[in-house]
């Protein structure tokens, strides 16, 4: 490689020295710049040395160094020396004018060492630098003019001519730069004030410091130079704005912030840092209410702030610098408080009356309410409502004042007293709203007539109770109150009645009881009917009334009757028969009534002398006395019999009948009351006088009952004292009569053999509380079939109640001719009939229905 100038240029010196001995020949010195390449050529050892070239190779040669790297190297075929590493002047000899590496170049057999030394020649390779980015300089703006300060020396590794030169600064108004030069190194330069500074005009100066080398190119380097200049206390502090306004909620939590003053001084340091202050006020209002941060000049709400109290407050605050001679200045704040809707309507009563009548009507005022509220504009404006349906209305009299009014029918049966909810509601956002509860009482006015349970009541009283006794007692309740309410009895009295029904019951007028006057026989009276009025104490008093029906209970206190031609205790009837007389031969009959109703007018006939008989037999509900076989020789000619007849009641009541039946050996002997006497034409008999008696008997019956019929479907009354009606006989084709009144039909049915006949009837004075069925069977006895329950009582006067009794119509009877001819007898108050001197009806003429019925 070829070297050109100075850079390139080696310039090779041989010295030889010689020495006397040893293997040291001598030393020879190159030159080379420092950063060149890899493989630069620094020299030929081998002619510089006088080596064979081809020697050498074949001895061999080493450079050897005392750094750890090696620098150079040789080639052995050539002999020349070469760069091997990188050079560079500043690392290998820092802060040195000149820099050499001391080689040496052993060659061996023989062995002999030559010195080297390569002096590294410098290049301008480093611009100048300085140790600091920037530099500060705290200059007072009170500073004077010439004044001068030293600039930082900027370094360079580079020697020679390469160094560092010269300095250079930017332009700038304030300052200027002198450089000084002491000699080749000591180049030096300072900072001298040209003109007055100010820092409120320019706090802080930025120049830039410039150095500059003397190498080819020249190289430089900066550095900033910072020069802050420092405040004196020459400007007073300025708020932004000398009236500051602002609006904040009344509602705002304590510790809010409102406003934020804003002042600035254009000092620094302590005259330039500001401290916040309200002034002293008048109103010392004022500072309880507000506090402000004397660093930041926030203001903030101290405590509270009530619209309706302040709407509005006037602040004055100041701003005072801390310099040694503080300055200050004001300025003024004006809060304006906005209301909110923090107040609810407070609603006040003045009530009129304590109560009011429940006739009050519509209008009627029952109380004032006045409604204020402290918010302002639509905070303060307020509505008055009811808070439910109520028979009363809110009226609006003038602003904020109401009138609570009437508005509908009141009655305290229904409601004694109201709880009115009154609410106020204001207008603001979100409304506010405010209750009060005035209490209404509604006082009593009669308008309510004592009301009883039942408009009829029906009782049962058992006949032959004793005067007083306990009937029921009627109870009236009146929803009015006090004495409106205080209800006192008496009995209606029915002046179209003949008898006072006063003489007949009696009624407490405090308790309501009723009680007997007098002791009654369901013979003579089956019900009785009056009406009990309850009037209250009221004004004017209201009354109302009750029906009450007694039904009077039968008793059993009649013993049987035994009808003609028999008579009972005390006296002996005859009858004969023939000896011939076959099994099932009629005797006699025996007939008898009871004056009582029911079960207690139930007969049944028995033998009872002599027990056990064999020869005779009673039908137990017919009263027919019948052979039970033919006669014997060693039967008695007179056969004396006892006849019991009892009735259901309990306890039961009965009577006896004695018969003697005398055996006749024929037919034609026997003479018995019944048998007719032959009488002249001209001679008007006793049966003919019966049956025309009957006849008319009959019809009259018959025209009357449908009179009565007549009148009762055209006009009902309700009599105080009632009792059956006329009776009514009704004659039929088939032979049979129906006998009836207004609570009883009996149906009689007649034989066409006109010897004997059958009465069977079943009378009632009242509702019964059961109903059976009742039959008779071929052996003439009473079968009970079917049994109601008898606990339950007729609930209304209008209940339907049916009464049937039915025959079989399998009763055999044998026929016997009576002299006497056909009788039949109804008993006055009911009961069985028997005719002794006639048999029963045959099947089909039995083969009818008894039935009574009634209504209440």
């Given at each position: ?60 040669i ?10 150079f ?6 002999g020349?020396l ?15 004018v000149?820099?050499?590496l ?10 002999h060492?030559?010195l080297?030394?390569?002096n590294?020649l ?24 010439g004044e ?5 020396m ?40 040209q003109k ?6 320019q ?11 003397g ?12 020069v802050?200049v ?53 109103n ?14 926030d203001?903030?709400?101290?405590d ?9 407050f ?8 801390k ?39 519509a ?36 602003k ?24 106020a ?5 979100p ?5 009060s ?8 006015v ?18 032959n ?22 209800v ?17 019951v ?33 004004v ?13 209970l039968?008793?059993?206190d ?25 099994a ?46 033919r ?37 034609s002997?026997?003479?018995?009351s ?6 002249n034409e ?9 049956l ?16 009565s ?14 009792r ?6 009704t ?8 006998y ?5 039909q ?7 053999d ?36 008898n ?17 079989r ?6 026929a ?10 109804l ?30």
């Open positions: 490689m070829g070297l050109c100038g100075e850079s390139g240029l080696i310039w090779i010196r041989y010295l030889v020295l010689l020495c006397s001995s040893g293997w040291t020949t001598g030393q020879i010195i190159y030159s080379i710049t420092e950063e060149v390449d890899k493989g630069t050529f620094v020299g030929n050892i081998a002619k510089d040395l006088n080596l064979n070239v081809q020697e050498l190779e074949t001895r061999g080493q450079i050897v160094t005392a750094t750890s790297t090696k620098y190297e040789v080639n052995v075929k050539t020349i070469y760069v091997n590493e990188r050079l560079d002047r500043e690392t290998l000899c820092p802060n040195s000149t820099c050499s001391n080689l040496e170049a052993i060659v061996n057999l023989p062995v060492v030559h080297i030394e390569v590294i410098d290049i301008n390779d480093n611009a100048p630098s300085f140790t600091e980015k920037s530099h500060v300089f705290n200059i007072m703006e009170s500073a004077f003019q001068r300060f030293p600039l930082p900027a370094g360079d590794p580079d020697v020679g001519s390469n160094a560092v030169k010269t300095y250079k600064l930017s332009a700038n108004e304030h300052f200027s730069l002198d450089v000084q030069s002491g000699g080749e190194q000591s180049v030096s330069a300072e900072l001298v004030l007055a500074l100010d820092r409120e005009k706090p802080v100066i930025r120049l830039l410091l410039t150095a500059v080398d190498g080819k190119p020249p190289r430089s380097g900066t550095s900033q130079i910072i802050n420092n405040d004196t206390n020459d400007n007073i502090p300025i708020f932004s704005k000398p009236l500051y306004k602002v609006k904040v909620f009344e509602n705002v939590p304590p510790g809010t912030t409102i406003l934020k003053l804003n002042a600035t001084d254009l000092d620094e340091g302590a005259n330039g840092e500001i401290a916040f202050s309200f002034s002293n006020h008048g010392i209002n004022v500072l309880e209410l507000f506090e402000i941060n004397p660093d930041s000049g203001i903030t709400v101290k509270t702030l009530d619209f309706e109290r302040n709407g509005a006037e602040i004055r605050a100041q701003a005072k610098d310099g040694h001679n503080p300055r200050a200045a004001h300025c003024k704040v004006l809060v304006e408080v906005i209301d909110v809707n923090d107040n609810a309507p407070e609603i006040s009563i003045t009530s009129f009356m304590n109560s009011v009548k429940e006739d009050a009507s209008g009627t005022v029952i109380a004032l309410i006045s409604v204020v509220d402290s918010d302002g504009g639509n905070n303060g404006v307020v509505h008055c409502k009811l808070a439910d349906e109520r028979p009363f209305q809110i009226r609006s009299s003038y904020n004042s109401y009138s609570l009014v009437v508005d509908g029918p009141l009655d305290r049966e229904r409601a004694s007293q109201y709880n009115v909810t009154i609410t509601i204001d207008e603001g956002s409304p506010l709203s405010s209750t509860v005035i209490t209404v009482h509604v006082s009593d009669n308008d309510n007539a004592p009301r009883f349970p039942e408009r009829v009541m029906n009782v049962y009283l058992k006949e109770s004793p005067v007083g006794a306990f009937i029921c007692t009627v109870s009236a309740f009146d929803p009015d109150e006090k004495e409106n309410a205080r006192s009895y008496s009995m209606l009295e029915n002046p179209s009645k003949p008898v006072s029904v006063s003489t007949v009696n009624v407490n007028s405090v308790s309501g009881e009723i009680y007997s006057l007098q002791s009654f026989s369901y013979e003579e009276v089956k019900t009785l009917q009056f009406q009990v009025q309850a009037t209250d104490s009221g004017p008093p209201l009354s109302s009334n009750v029906t009450v029906n007694v039904f009077i039968d008793e059993n009649n013993s049987p009757g035994v009808l003609p031609p028999y008579s009972g205790q005390g006296s002996v009837n005859t009858e004969s028969i023939p000896y011939a007389a076959e099932g031969y009629f005797v006699a009959k025996i007939r008898a009534v009871d004056a009582d109703s029911g079960y207690n007018a139930l007969l049944s006939y028995h033998i009872a002398e002599p027990k056990g008989s064999s020869l005779f037999r009673i039908g137990s509900s017919s009263g027919e006395i019948r052979t039970k076989r006669m014997s020789d060693n039967d008695l000619k007179t056969h004396p019999l006892v006849i019991l007849i009892s009735d259901h009641g309990d306890p039961s009541l009965s009577a006896t009948v004695s018969i003697d039946v005398v055996v006749v050996e024929s037919a002997e026997i003479q018995t019944f048998r007719p006497l032959p009488v001209e001679t008007f008999s006793d049966l003919n006088l019966y025309l008696i009957a006849i008319v008997s009959v019809s009259v019956m018959f025209l009357l009952s449908l009179i019929l007549i009148a009762v479907k055209c006009h009902r009354t309700d009599g105080g004292l009632s059956y009606s006329a009776p009514m006989i004659t039929h084709p088939d032979g049979s009569w129906s009836s009144k207004s609570t009883q009996y149906d009689v049915c007649f034989s066409s006109t010897l004997k006949s059958d009465v069977v009837v079943f009378p009632t004075s009242f509702p019964p509380a059961d109903a059976e069925i009742i039959s008779i069977n071929g052996g003439d006895t009473f079968k009970r079939t079917q049994t109601l329950p606990s339950e009582k007729p609930k209304a006067p209008n209940a339907d109640w049916r009464y049937s009794a039915s025959l119509a399998g009763m055999q009877r044998s016997l001719p009576s002299p006497s001819g056909s009788c039949s007898t008993g006055a108050h009911g009961g069985v009939i028997s005719d002794a001197g006639s048999s029963g009806c045959s099947g089909a003429e039995l083969a009818h229905r008894v039935q009574r019925s009634w209504r209440c």
